[in-house]
């Protein structure tokens, strides 16, 4: 297990960038992939972007595809979710989470979740 930290949410409007930051704990770090998830109101968690162990292979929802880049650093044990571009419809609770998996999109496929961090985005 490791314990996750986001930070970096808040309220943007349309066009907008933010920079979500997901702090772990622990020296497993590098051994898991990450991912970003989001949950908006009345709606199921979904999947948004993973990252591999060492950063080289990623992922990305259609709907974020070209606006949102994931990334980390693991001398910092730290992943990060640049959004650029920003829509009213990216308002949610954004999570990230860790998986021992490795092409993994499916919540259920991560043991570890941090507390969320609200982005909301006006128009």
């Known amino acids: 297990q490791v314990q996750l930290v986001e930070s970096g949410g808040g309220l943007v409007q349309a066009g907008g960038s933010l920079r979500l930051s997901c702090a772990a704990s622990?020296?497993?770090?590098?051994?898991?992939?990450m991912g970003w998830f989001r949950q908006a109101p009345g709606k199921e968690r979904e999947f948004v972007a993973r990252?591999?162990?060492?950063?080289?292979?990623?992922l990305y929802a259609d709907s974020v595809k070209g606006r949102f880049t994931i990334s980390r650093d693991n001398a910092k044990i730290t992943v990060y979710l640049q959004m650029n571009s920003l829509k009213p419809e990216d308002t949610a609770v954004y999570y990230c989470?860790?998986?021992?998996?490795?092409?993994?999109?499916?919540?259920?496929?991560?043991?570890?979740w941090g507390q969320g961090t609200q982005v909301t985005v006006s128009s």
């Open positions: 989470a860790a998986s021992n998996g490795v092409f993994v999109t499916l919540a259920n496929d991560y043991h570890s």
């Open positions: 622990g020296r497993t770090f590098s051994s898991y992939t």
């Open positions: 990252i591999s162990k060492s950063g080289g292979n990623t």
